[in-house]
């Protein structure tokens, strides 16, 4: 409850910072994802502090935090934005997956090995995004970013997928999850932040996340083995505004913030992704040069064949069955017209 009130007083403070601006400005209060990540410090806080207010020429004034420096949960970030406690609130699509499972189809793992393959698929499941979001969450879609492939960490010697049988691994979404307990892997459900103690004390054994997102959360200093196999996808960022707010926007003001957005925040972060995977194995690595920092020195598995074909095997017979069951057949025939299309895949309907 605390951690509750705590919450709603920093949304509250974040609104009241905004009183003393000019009558004239579009006041926005905006809570990006996680703060000390890449996709944060690098795209999200220039775009809508600097950029954003910069392009209209002081009519949009911005109050900014993210969703850790509140103390609220990821999978919060959306149901309070969808209660207009703030204006404009992003996170991890696979956060609000308890309240909207079709949403689940936004990040296939195993199906994108590139970010172009990724953009792709994301670009043909936007508009069924865009639908849950005004649908379950009242808010319109901005953008949607990528986090970078999401990887497996290990403490202790792993040289396949059938290594991660029996062991205790922290998965970056449900489908994920899914997945790992299907290869017969203890899928555990262990906050982002909370990863390198639980890692540390051996109360799981490997995480999934993005290599850059656990470089520069210091995952290296708990853990020796990486495995390169994309078993969690590219957990997208999804932007999102409360569409009371967006509705109260003069069509010059939406046009704006629309074309800015895709611009100058979406466009360079799926840039950026294109060649993230090896800088972030370098410095995981050593085995390259590391441009971010420090090199660590984990030992780098790839996927083999075998590897690949179980693991697409594991998927197409299992995981996207038991989504169809969870998300229904409406949303599943959309996924399969669509994403399913472009990435050659297709749910079983029953």
């Not at 030992?299 to 064949?305: I, N, P, Q, R």
Request: aromatic share 8%.
């Amino acid at each position: 409850m605390k951690k509750t009130v705590s919450s709603l007083l920093a949304v509250s403070a974040l609104g009241a910072g905004m009183m003393a601006t000019p009558a004239f400005a579009e006041d926005l209060a905006v809570v990006g994802s996680w703060s000390s990540l890449p996709l944060n410090k690098q795209f999200e806080t220039p775009f809508w502090t600097e950029e954003l207010p910069a392009a209209s020429n002081g009519e949009i004034n911005v109050q900014m935090t993210t969703h850790d420096q509140m103390g609220i949960g990821g999978g919060d970030v959306f149901r309070i934005l969808n209660d207009g406690v703030f204006d404009v609130g992003m996170t991890v699509a696979d956060y609000a997956v308890g309240d909207a499972p079709e949403l689940e189809g936004l990040d296939v793992p195993l199906v994108a090995n590139t970010a172009e393959e990724a953009q792709a698929m994301v670009e043909a499941a936007r508009p069924m995004v865009e639908d849950i979001f005004k649908e379950r969450f009242n808010s319109k879609v901005l953008a949607i970013a990528p986090y970078p492939p999401q990887v497996v960490f290990c403490k202790g010697d792993v040289t396949s997928l059938e290594d991660l049988k029996g062991k205790k691994v922290r998965g970056s979404g449900r489908m994920t999850t899914k997945f790992l307990e299907a290869l017969g892997a203890n899928g555990v459900n262990v906050a982002f932040s909370e990863v390198p103690g639980a890692l540390e004390r051996g109360v799981i054994d490997c995480a999934v996340t993005g290599a850059g997102s656990g470089y520069s959360a210091g995952w290296w200093e708990v853990s020796d083995h990486l495995m390169t196999i994309p078993l969690g996808g590219w957990d997208p960022v999804v932007t999102a505004m409360n569409f009371d707010k967006w509705n109260s926007l003069s069509p010059e003001m939406q046009k704006l913030i629309t074309d800015e957005v895709n611009s100058k925040f979406e466009a360079p972060a799926w840039a950026a992704a294109a060649g993230a995977l090896e800088a972030d194995i370098a410095c995981l690595t050593g085995n390259g040069t590391c441009l971010a920092g420090d090199p660590a020195s984990m030992t780098l598995v790839e996927a083999s064949d075998a590897d690949l074909a179980k693991a697409k095997e594991i998927l197409t017979t299992v995981v996207l069955p038991e989504w169809a069951e969870r998300a229904g057949a409406d949303w599943v025939k959309r996924w399969n017209d669509t994403v399913g299309k472009t990435v050659g895949v297709a749910v079983p309907l029953s």
